[in-house]
């Protein structure tokens, strides 16, 4: 399959995430993202995209485009209320230690971007991932129960809904 062929969906990712963070859409800025996406399309897709249909299918993008929505507003926003509150709490009620919480999922893709979620999120960073246990290792502020049923349904299980839709 062509080069080009596979950087379609790159491009298109990149044009779309550049002119949302730039937040202009002036003809200067719609060239400059459309050539800046167009290189790193090209230059990165045999390294990123294996199943062009896969990637250019377009209920993974609106899936991505509906997580992306619920990160940044639901989870950081429920994560940084959390993490302020202890913050001005009078006794800073924190209980950090480093859990064990399992993950289902198995491609590489998946396993990145739930390990990002986490780690993005305040509260929660990924110091470890084991791959043949399928278990990150996650620093957690406030540990509710070290059991895995209780990190997964607090830490991952949002993320990974969301996640296999898009890229499973």
Known sequence: MSRLVRAIPIIVLAYVVYIVFSGSVSTYDLVLGFVVALLSGYLTSNLLVSDVRKALNIRRFIWLIIYGIYYLTIAEFKAHSDVIRRILHPRMPINPGIVRTPYNVVND?????????????????????????????????????????????NIVKDFERYVKKIFE
């Open 109 to 153: 893709y998946s396993i990145v971007a739930i390990a990002n979620s986490i780690t993005n999120t305040p509260g929660t960073v990924v110091v470890h991932l084991d791959e043949g246990k399928k278990i990150y290792y996650v620093h957690w502020i406030y540990v509710k129960a070290p059991d895995p049923k209780t990190t997964y349904d």
